[in-house]
């Protein structure tokens, strides 16, 4: 019983960071109001980031899933020094529980709004990822 509670635990802790990346993928877009505005060009460096930050959180590579945080996140968090130990909790879980990405992909193509002073991306991400208890039953 003791097992699934820590997996189910880590499997909260692991949606919350991923969401955090995500959320700083979504934020860090900022392109200000005078920046160019083509499409393809931000999507794809967006969803390039977002695939490198899934890809270091199951790596376990804190230094890129840091230097993707927004600074507001950071800040917001304390500061470097309290999130990293959060960041390298989740990861030694992920890896203690043995999960790994399966598989990472965009179904649909992003979204883009605009207020008066930034610019804005929003794009799905379908993230499958394995974990060997639930493999088992």
């Known amino acids: 019983m003791l097992p699934l509670l820590i997996a189910r635990f880590a499997a909260k802790a692991l949606k919350l960071t991923c969401c955090i990346v995500v959320l700083a993928a979504l934020l860090g877009i900022d392109a200000g109001p005078g920046a160019a505005k083509d499409d393809n060009a931000a999507a794809a460096q967006v969803q390039k980031d977002m695939a490198l930050m899934v890809n270091a ?65 929003r794009s799905y991400r379908l993230c499958r990822s394995y974990h060997p208890e639930q493999a088992s039953g």
């Open 57 to 121: 959180l199951y790596e376990g590579d804190i230094e890129t899933l840091l230097r993707f945080s927004h600074p507001r996140m950071v800040e917001l968090a304390g500061g470097e020094n309290v999130l990293r130990p959060g960041v390298e909790a989740v990861i030694r879980r992920t890896r203690e529980l043995g999960m790994r990405l399966e598989s990472f992909s965009f179904p649909e193509p992003p979204q883009f709004f605009e207020s008066d002073a930034r610019r804005y991306m």
